[in-house]
């Protein structure tokens, strides 16, 4: 199966205007959109839109919609103009013990013929909103690396402003995954993440040992998230006004890095 278990570490680094740093070991899943019924099947821990001690619900991605993310992603690189019908993995954290909070989820997805043609970027805000960037992977890029960038569309946290861009360096699944998100403003970066994890077979007894060395991961998660942002506030970190989420669900890049959309 393509589907797997990746465990590893997220660091952020602050750069400016006041330094901050954090690491948190985390786990995420690959899954193959069209092995999840198997999965499902196979795995006693882990289950498809029912509760489990690890569980994936469809409409916690994507547009929430029954059909779940196959189809909205689809409905994405048709409107790029990319083929459809080749393989599509997600990578993301598991609902454990029915609750779980992405603020990333990232879905790579293969041409039909094989080889990857598109990343899509899912983010999610503690405000509740969500928007995703799709990104083509330009032909030449057949090094282990992928490098990406697209401007912000979405707030996402409270202490940066909206007029910034991201920039991707991805080492896409293998024995090895690497997503590094850097965020920038006019004068360089600010902000600099990134979640780097080995592979690990998908299996009972890995998603055991999963849970045991990261107990109640996804509410660990939500939870950082707010003492993270309780340490910048003391240390003066500046608070920016929340702006309306885009209009747009999804924002498509094209290969030259300009938005398709307004």
Same mark, same amino acid.
């Given at each position: 199966?393509?589907s797997?278990l990746y465990?590893g570490? &997220?660091?952020?680094q602050?750069?400016?205007p006041?330094?901050?740093r954090?690491? %948190?070991?985390?786990?995420?899943?690959?899954v193959?959109?069209?092995?999840?019924?198997a999965?499902?099947?196979?795995?006693?821990?882990?289950?498809?839109?029912?509760?489990?001690?690890?569980?994936i619900?469809r409409?916690?991605h994507?547009?929430?919609?029954?059909a779940?993310?196959r189809?909205?992603?689809?409905?994405?690189?048709?409107?790029?103009?990319?083929?459809?019908?080749?393989?599509?993995?997600?990578?993301?954290?598991?609902? #454990?013990?029915? %609750?779980a909070?992405?603020p990333?989820?990232?879905y790579?997805?293969?041409?039909p013929?094989?080889g990857?043609? =598109?990343?899509l970027y899912? &983010?999610?805000?503690?405000?509740?909103?969500r928007?995703? %960037?799709?990104?083509?992977v330009?032909?030449?890029?057949? =090094?282990p690396? #992928?490098?990406?960038?697209?401007?912000k569309r979405?707030?996402v946290?409270?202490?940066l402003?909206?007029?910034?861009? %991201?920039?991707?360096?991805?080492?896409?699944p293998g024995?090895?995954?690497? #997503?590094?998100?850097?965020?920038?403003d006019?004068?360089?970066a600010?902000?600099?993440a990134?979640?780097?994890?080995?592979?690990?077979?998908?299996?009972?007894?890995a998603?055991?040992?999963?849970?045991c060395?990261?107990?109640?991961?996804?509410?660990?998660?939500?939870?950082? #998230?707010?003492?993270?942002?309780?340490r910048?506030?003391?240390?003066?970190?500046?608070l920016?006004?929340?702006?309306?989420?885009?209009?747009?669900?999804?924002t498509?890049v094209?290969r030259?890095t300009?938005?398709?959309?307004?």
């Amino acid at each position: 199966m393509n589907s797997a278990l990746y465990a590893g570490d &997220v660091v952020h680094q602050r750069l400016r205007p006041l330094r901050h740093r954090l690491r %948190y070991r985390v786990f995420s899943l690959l899954v193959d959109l069209d092995e999840l019924p198997a999965l499902a099947a196979r795995l006693r821990l882990l289950s498809l839109d029912r509760f489990n001690l690890f569980s994936i619900h469809r409409r916690d991605h994507g547009a929430g919609e029954a059909a779940g993310p196959r189809a909205h992603v689809e409905r994405q690189l048709q409107a790029a103009g990319l083929p459809v019908g080749g393989a599509i993995r997600l990578l993301a954290m598991p609902r #454990i013990l029915g %609750y779980a909070f992405n603020p990333l989820a990232v879905y790579f997805c293969d041409a039909p013929s094989g080889g990857l043609q =598109a990343i899509l970027y899912e &983010v999610n805000n503690t405000f509740g909103e969500r928007h995703s %960037y799709l990104i083509p992977v330009a032909p030449e890029q057949d =090094a282990p690396w #992928i490098e990406q960038r697209c401007d912000k569309r979405m707030h996402v946290s409270p202490f940066l402003p909206l007029d910034m861009h %991201y920039r991707f360096r991805v080492r896409p699944p293998g024995e090895q995954l690497s #997503i590094g998100v850097q965020t920038h403003d006019a004068e360089g970066a600010v902000l600099l993440a990134r979640f780097s994890a080995r592979r690990v077979e998908l299996s009972d007894a890995a998603l055991l040992r999963a849970f045991c060395t990261h107990p109640l991961l996804t509410l660990k998660v939500v939870g950082a #998230i707010h003492w993270e942002a309780l340490r910048l506030w003391r240390k003066g970190a500046r608070l920016h006004p929340h702006p309306p989420a885009p209009a747009d669900p999804v924002t498509l890049v094209t290969r030259n890095t300009r938005d398709l959309t307004p």
